[in-house]
């Protein structure tokens, strides 16, 4: 099951969830998230936090426990925008396996409450925008229609349905979307691009101190190896 | 609603400086004075609507067409959908063109490439008026006299430049559109 | 309760570029200086490579003065001022200059008579309208022995072009006269540079490497750079970047006669019956002192020595220190107009590695290189394409059109492209005029109830023009080099805070005018000198901080030579 990197394969939840089959599905989602996506939405406000839910590992070895900050609904809806925004595919892995729902865990446990409060009515809103128009919860749409709904949260054409996104709904999809850029291709310090992968994605050889001229020569004869290290392995810094 | 009014500030002129013909332009599922459904909006599934068209001048060979609200945009209009290098036969759109450049083209319109809106993105973008007001959707169609093959990512601007001079026939259709509060619940 | 300290010969408010080079010939003087900073000593263990940390939650600082203290802006008067952004400049000893871009310029000779040299080529009737612009006090050849001194001081590296009247092509055929060489060579160039340097010379043109206040070698026992890519917002790990907490603090310490006292945010400076500065006041936390001095020299940035200034109001001057004149705030400048060019190439640039000194110059359209006598403008650009690129920045590039910024094709298309784009933000003539100055703002204030700067400011005509202008040539340069899109910014409208603010207390021999005199020193309380690039009355194509340095190596040498008479 594992790859030669002892990653899972990377499929999403949803995917997960559909060729499990319901009992197999079931097995699998531990009570607390079944009962939350049969919920409606005026109640989902009124706000099931169960925090510490644990989770399947979906795509890798990341989730294997739940989010601190989001509850297993809210997890599940990031995810799968998340997903969207840096999807895993024959290129490479995506967000999902870089960590980014780590890196943004950690955001909001560092950033406190206006943060998480505008990452869960956002979420919210998103879904509740899913239904309305496309007849359906964002996680259960198909990706092409997850896209469509994902390009009018960007562009703000989504605001004025009325589904609750707080300052329009492109200032949320602009602060998911830095987030998830901070998290793919930024230090792996702070919980994201896991292994590298967002480095590698860019083909960027590395955090170096010193770079020779011996080395410039070799990166622009594409013969530089990358250097896969955090800022922080270097053991010098605070 | 005539040529004139369509193409403001852009003078477009057809073959040897002759007024272009006009023709028919009609949708399965949407009319001229009448409020589109809204899937074709931000408000539903905001696909492309299906067009049709008929009566082109003869020696037709490609269609432009682009979906723009004289309502909005500073200046005016804001930009819905350019889709252009339409095969001159193909006698319409179907519904639903995809947004992503990975999805092809429908086999009816091979070759079409989709120009940038008023966002900036290759596809088609549905009406999202300001709650409470109608808005007028004008769908202008080009019949032109060569197959000019232009490069995608075009804005509403740089079409009505290539295409000018090439434009031996027009059509269109205005439908509305007004965007209502949302249901409580999901449907 | 105010605790009152023993008085000192002179304290510099601010540690940065501007005091911390000010304290060197003051304390080797052996003069007794204080040299009170708001933020703390920093060293390389705060410096990782860590593009989120430096580029996008906006660095560390453990005092973070001048968050509180961000200046409001408005275009003109009848407009209303708002905070936008954060504060562009840090607290720490060193100052900005601990993680600042380090281009390191001389200007040139005609910045010091824009007036005298407009009105002879080209007419009186060429100075735009409204312009307050006048010449400087001094030219060129004056200020000259102290930039050759702060060059060996600091620690600049860079190719001449003038050398005593002899033109080496290799530097910058249009600078004025220098004594000797850099005491370091350029930095290096990467292929990129190189292929720029060639697409210039085709066009005609005369590209040299630009000077650096980064180690092109070993200097002062501090290494050579290390090219690592997180200059930009960055401070440096290896201690190649010449910052003042590194080179002149320093030295000044260990004279025995400076005092660095961190976490002292000065507020007012007192005045006594005759008008004469007695001393500053600070705080501490919440622990007030009186720092009593004989002279007291300003060295906060631009925005911070106007606001000291009005806020020490007393009988003897009403509107704020030294401001009998009305002149403090005025003549206010700054570039960050935001008239950039950006480029799309089919080919990688290998900018991974770099810093933003690091580059290639063109100085053949700045200030009067070129002939003005058909053009609506005076005035010009400094063309800079240099070398800056980290990854998260990188994945943020504009797509040209060819993807929306997200999904699969996005993702194939940042795999091929991520080091094809480049930006130029391109140095401009900023002229100072009747309508744009610094006050106080009414509303804002900062955590103690002071009120913040409030700027009004706009790109007056002959800036836009400027702007247009040196686009069209940036355009031309990517081009000529194989760049296939290029995109412009607007050409610009109101001022916001910048890390180049120019003016408020500007320097020149009529007190009608002017702050401050030739030497630094104010027209009207004779023991206030003020450092810093408030002073300039021009810009230039070129950043402030060597001429600001030189001006402050200038002023102390002033002070030292003219001790009894300023001091009393």
Redesign the interface.
Same mark, same amino acid.
């Given at each position: 099951m594992t790859d030669s990197k002892g990653r899972l394969p990377a499929i999403s939840r949803r995917d997960l969830l559909r060729t499990a089959g319901a009992a197999g599905a079931a097995a699998l989602v531990p009570d607390a998230v079944t009962a939350a996506t049969e919920e !409606?939405?005026?109640t989902a406000a009124a706000g099931e936090r169960q925090l510490g839910t644990a989770l399947p590992s979906e795509t890798g070895p990341l989730l294997t426990r739940a989010l601190a900050n989001l509850t297993a609904r809210e997890t599940e809806i990031l995810s799968a925008m998340v997903d969207r925004l840096i999807p895993s595919d024959e290129l490479g892995p995506g967000a999902l396996d870089a960590g980014v729902l780590r890196f943004i865990d950690r955001v909001l446990s560092e950033s406190g409450t206006n943060a998480a409060d505008a990452y869960r009515s956002g979420l919210a809103a998103l879904d !509740?925008y899913s239904?309305? !128009?496309? %007849?359906?919860p964002f996680i259960d749409l198909s990706t092409? *229609?997850q896209?469509?709904v994902l390009? *009018?949260v960007q562009? %703000?054409? #989504?605001t004025? #349905?009325?589904?609750g996104f707080v300052g329009g709904s492109g200032s949320f999809f602009n602060m998911v979307k830095s987030h998830t850029w901070q998290g793919m291709f930024g230090d792996p310090e702070y919980g994201g691009n896991v292994n590298f992968v967002g480095w590698d994605l860019l083909d960027y050889p590395g955090v170096r101190l010193g770079v020779s001229p011996e080395d410039q020569r070799a990166l622009e004869a594409d013969q530089l190896e990358p250097v896969r290290r955090s800022a922080y392995d270097y053991g010098i810094f605070e | 609603m005539g040529a004139a009014l369509l193409l403001t500030g852009a003078a477009v002129t057809g073959l040897r400086g002759q007024a272009p013909t006009t023709f028919v332009v009609e949708s399965p599922t949407m009319t001229t004075g009448r409020f589109m459904p809204r899937d074709y909006s931000?408000?539903?599934? $905001?696909l492309s609507p299906p067009l049709t068209w008929s009566g082109l001048p003869a020696g037709t060979r490609q269609v432009a067409v682009i979906s723009q609200d004289f309502g909005a945009g500073r200046p005016p209009p804001w930009v819905h959908w350019i889709i252009y290098n339409i095969p001159g036969d193909a006698g319409g759109l179907p519904e639903g063109i995809p947004? *992503? =450049?990975?999805?092809p083209m429908p086999a009816e319109i091979a070759g079409a490439v989709q120009g $940038?809106n008023g966002?900036?993105? =290759?596809?088609y973008?549905g009406p #999202? =008026? =300001?709650?409470g007001s109608v808005h007028n959707y004008h769908f202008a169609v080009f019949a032109l006299d060569e197959a000019l093959d232009l490069p995608p990512?075009l804005d509403r601007g740089e079409l009505l430049l290539a295409i000018e001079g090439h434009v031996i026939g027009q059509g269109d259709m205005v439908p509305l559109y007004e965007?209502q509060?949302? $249901?409580?619940?999901?449907? | 309760m105010t605790t009152q300290l023993r008085g000192t010969d002179v304290v510099i408010v601010g540690m940065g570029a501007a005091g911390g080079v000010a304290a060197l010939p003051l304390a080797e003087a052996g003069l007794n200086v204080v040299g009170l900073e708001a933020g703390t000593w920093l060293d390389q263990r705060d410096f990782a490579p860590d593009e989120i940390r430096n580029n996008y939650r906006d660095w560390p600082m453990l005092v973070k003065k001048t968050e509180q203290e961000r200046p409001t802006s408005r275009a003109t008067s009848a407009t209303r001022a708002n905070q936008i952004g954060g504060h562009p400049m840090m607290n720490a000893v060193g100052g900005t200059t601990l993680h600042y871009w380090a281009q390191s310029w001389r200007l040139n000779p005609w910045d010091f008579r824009v007036v005298t040299e407009t009105t002879q080529r080209y007419g009186a009737s060429r100075i735009p309208r409204g312009s307050t612009v006048e010449d400087w006090p001094f030219e060129y050849d004056e200020l000259e022995p102290y930039y050759d001194r702060v060059e060996r001081e600091v620690g600049i590296s860079g190719q001449a072009g003038n050398v005593r009247g002899r033109i080496n092509s290799r530097g910058n055929r249009f600078e004025g006269p220098r004594e000797r060489d850099f005491p370091m060579p350029p930095l290096r160039w990467t292929g990129f540079h190189d292929r720029m340097a060639d697409a210039a010379r085709s066009l005609g043109w005369n590209p040299f490497p630009g000077p650096a206040a980064v180690n092109s070698q070993a200097y002062q026992n501090r290494p050579g750079c290390g090219y690592h890519g997180f200059c930009n917002k960055g401070g440096c790990p290896i201690n190649a970047k010449n910052a003042t907490h590194i080179t002149t603090i320093p030295r000044a310490v260990d004279t025995g006669n400076l005092k660095v006292v961190t976490r002292a945010h000065v507020t007012t400076l007192e005045v006594d019956s005759d008008g004469r500065v007695t001393g500053v006041n600070y705080v501490v936390g919440s622990n007030e002192y009186f720092q009593p001095a004989r002279v007291v020299l300003v060295a906060s940035y631009t925005y911070e020595n106007v606001r000291m200034l009005l806020l020490s109001k007393s009988r003897a001057y009403p509107d704020g220190l030294s401001n009998n004149q009305g002149q403090v705030g005025r003549h206010y400048f700054s570039h960050h107009q935001g008239a950039g060019v950006s480029a799309f190439f089919p080919y990688d640039l290998n900018s991974w590695y770099g810093l933003p000194a690091q580059g290639v110059a063109v100085d053949d359209w700045a200030d009067d290189n070129f002939d003005h006598a058909d053009l609506d403008f005076i005035g010009g650009g400094n063309l800079w394409v240099m070398s800056d690129r980290r990854p998260i920045s990188a994945a943020n590039m504009g797509t040209y %059109?060819?993807?929306?910024n997200w999904?699969? !094709?996005w993702k194939r298309f940042i795999h091929e492209h991520s080091d094809r784009t480049h930006g130029s933000y391109i140095q401009k003539t900023t002229l100072p005029y009747e309508d744009n100055y610094l006050d106080l703002d009414p509303e804002v204030t900062d955590p103690l109830g002071l009120p913040v700067i409030r700027i009004t400011g706009q790109f007056k005509d002959n800036e836009r023009a400027i702007a247009g202008f040196m686009q069209d040539k940036m355009e031309d340069w990517y081009r000529e080099a194989g760049a296939i899109e290029v995109n412009r910014g607007g050409l610009g409208n109101t001022m916001g805070a910048s890390t180049h603010a120019y003016g408020g207390t500007r320097m020149g021999d009529n007190p009608e005018t002017n702050v401050v005199d030739r030497w630094g020193f104010s027209h009207e309380a004779p023991n206030l000198g003020v450092l810093g690039a408030s002073v300039m009355g021009t810009s230039g194509a070129r950043n402030p901080t060597l001429t600001s340095q030189a001006l402050s190596w200038r002023t102390a040498a002033h002070l030292v030579e003219s001790w009894g008479d300023i001091a009393e």
């Open positions: !409606t939405p005026s !509740t239904r309305y !128009t496309r %007849g359906g092409v *229609d896209d469509s390009i *009018d562009i %703000g054409a #989504a004025g #349905a009325g589904v | 931000p408000d539903g599934r $905001n947004f *992503d =450049p990975d999805h $940038n966002w900036g993105l =290759p596809a973008r #999202a =008026p =300001p709650l990512g965007r509060p949302m $249901n409580q619940f999901p449907r | %059109g060819q993807s929306r999904g699969s !094709t």
